[in-house]
């Protein structure tokens, strides 16, 4: 079975750094597309990163510079270290296997909160 | 880069009324890498349509999508209770339309 399970969410002072997990099971992370996708509270659901093999990791303009995404593959899991966060970066994050069609699976997702 | 926009931003019908979902894209998008989501509050999306016509698994026949170019829509035949919530056009894997919401009138 397909899971996703994403932590390491929390409060975070605005300029602060924070770093996601996101363990896969049922399916390894290499031999897929893994995306970040943010929602701010009530808001649309916003992309954020992905990192495919054979590929280099994209980004949102909104993120670019300041979130890097990268993957372990002994661990099946991928990150999102997150630095000089904003209060516009809070957010439900979701990790999400999918490809360039689609995305299949999500996981539960971790709140941010930028705030002081 | 493609932007998605979707209209209406929020759909008021009755039950067993049809749903026309409309996502145009800001240039041209190949029919495979376009993708519908359904999101219930407080939950992740849901994969319905990818391909722009192709149902998920699991996915009431219901559900129909439709369109090239830059014109995509989703149809919800007969709206049951569970179908009122919010839909999501997706291209490319990336970019998501900013949402339809569905609601009961």
């Known amino acids: 079975e397909v899971q996703l399970v994403e932590s390491g969410g929390g409060l975070i002072q605005p300029g602060g750094s924070l770093r996601l997990s996101c363990a896969a099971s049922g399916f390894t992370v290499i031999s897929n597309y893994m995306n970040w996708v943010r929602q701010a509270p009530g808001k649309g659901l916003e992309w954020v990163s992905v990192?495919?093999?054979?590929?280099?990791?994209k980004y949102a303009d909104s993120v670019k510079g300041r979130f890097t995404i990268s993957r372990d593959n002994s661990k099946n899991t991928v990150y999102l270290q997150m630095n000089s966060l904003r209060a516009d970066d809070t957010a439900i994050y979701f990790c999400a296997r999918g490809s360039t069609q689609l995305v299949d699976y999500w996981g539960q997702g971790t709140l941010v909160t930028v705030s002081s | 880069e493609i932007v998605l926009t979707q209209s209406p931003g929020t759909l008021s019908l009755s039950p067993g009324e049809r749903a026309t979902l409309s996502c145009r894209a800001s240039?041209?998008?190949?029919?495979?890498?376009l993708a519908w989501y359904q999101q219930k509050p407080g939950q992740a999306p849901k994969l319905l349509i990818y391909g722009a016509s192709s149902r998920a698994t699991g996915i009431p026949d219901r559900f129909s999508g439709s369109g090239s170019g830059t014109d995509f829509t989703l149809t919800i035949s007969r709206l049951e209770p569970e179908d009122f919530v919010v839909y999501y056009c997706q291209q490319y894997g990336r970019t998501f339309g900013q949402g339809t919401k569905v609601e009961i009138k």
């Open positions: 240039q041209s998008v190949s029919s495979s890498y």
């Open positions: 990192i495919y093999s054979g590929d280099s990791p």
